[in-house]
């Protein structure tokens, strides 16, 4: 009776175990369950680290858009008073002085317009940007009870 020589499996092939292709024994039940918990684990962190850092760029995006809108208020007023003003002149001297006011006034409206602009920009960019962590946690759980009963299907087999 000749028996042929099998080579063993490359490591990470089903019925392979350890370093290297050398075969241990099955992990015990327990230990399936406490690899499969610290997998889940693991997930979970992933999927809060993910949230945080999806929910600073949201912060920082609204952060900036408000700073912008701010300072776009903040020109407005100027504007305002100086558009006011020169109106005010206008209705009391000549030409050149409320003309100046108004140069002056129409230059910080279309700074403000452009701050407007880009403060709104960086609003809508920020909204678009809200973490969503329990869809990553659905994928991860669908991955997590397909490889299960993948699994639990081979095991099935194999036996």
């Not at 206008?90 to 129409?106: D, E, G, Q, R, T």
């Not at 910080?108 to 940007?129: C, E, Y």
Request: charged share 15%.
């Amino acid at each position: 009776m000749s028996e042929t020589p099998t080579t063993p499996p490359p490591p990470g092939a089903p019925g392979s175990y350890g370093q290297g292709g050398a075969r241990g024994p099955q992990p015990t039940i327990g230990e399936l369950i406490a690899g499969i918990s610290e997998n889940i684990s693991g997930l979970v962190r992933g999927e809060i680290a993910l949230a945080k850092a999806k929910g600073k760029r949201m912060v920082t995006n609204l952060g900036l858009g408000v700073g912008l809108l701010g300072a776009a208020g903040v020109l407005a007023l100027f504007a305002l008073g100086l558009f006011l003003g020169g109106i005010r002149r206008l209705l009391a001297l000549a030409l050149p002085l409320w003309a100046s006011y108004l140069i002056v006034a129409l230059v910080l409206f279309i700074i403000v317009a452009i701050l407007a602009r880009l403060g709104v920009k960086h609003l809508k960019k920020g909204r678009s940007d809200v973490p969503a962590p329990q869809e990553g946690l659905r994928s991860s759980a669908q991955t997590v009870k397909s490889a299960v009963a993948s699994g639990l299907r081979k095991g099935g087999e194999a036996r």
